[in-house]
């Protein structure tokens, strides 16, 4: 099992970044497809980007070219980089993982291992 705490949210304005961490203990992260998901309030928890086993990275259409996920391997660690955020974007962010196999890895239930969350506002 990997166990995953999340850490760097907080409040900024529109158009600043914040880049929020994933840290994992227990198995590494290089095992699993890393996942980041968010939830606004009243709204259903939907996908943000994802990063397969590979390295390799893709991207919810709402944040192709503003968010970037990478990898830090030595520290066990995922992040994304949150760029030119938006009001939009406020939500509580997730990181998630699983050993499975999918086509996408876009559904949360397809992710068997979630952090906490870690809140993020974007104010105007």
């Known amino acids: 099992q990997v166990q995953l705490v999340e850490s760097g949210g907080g409040l900024v304005q529109a158009g600043e970044s914040l880049r929020l961490s994933c840290a994992a203990s227990?198995?590494?992260?290089?095992?699993?497809?890393m996942g980041w998901f968010r939830q606004a309030p009243g709204k259903e928890r939907e996908f943000v980007a994802n990063?397969?086993?590979?390295?390799?990275?893709y991207y919810a259409d709402s944040v192709e070219g503003r968010f970037t996920v990478s990898r830090d391997n030595s520290k066990n660690t995922v992040y994304l980089q949150m760029n030119s955020l938006k009001p939009e974007d406020t939500a509580d962010y997730y990181c998630?993982?699983?050993?499975?196999?999918?086509?996408?890895?876009?559904?949360?239930?397809?992710?068997?291992?979630w952090g906490q969350g870690t809140q993020v506002t974007v104010s105007t």
């Open positions: 990063m397969r086993r590979s390295g390799a990275v």
């Open positions: 227990g198995r590494t992260v290089t095992n699993y497809v």
């Open positions: 998630a993982a699983t050993g499975k196999f999918y086509r996408l890895y876009h559904l949360p239930d397809e992710y068997d291992y």
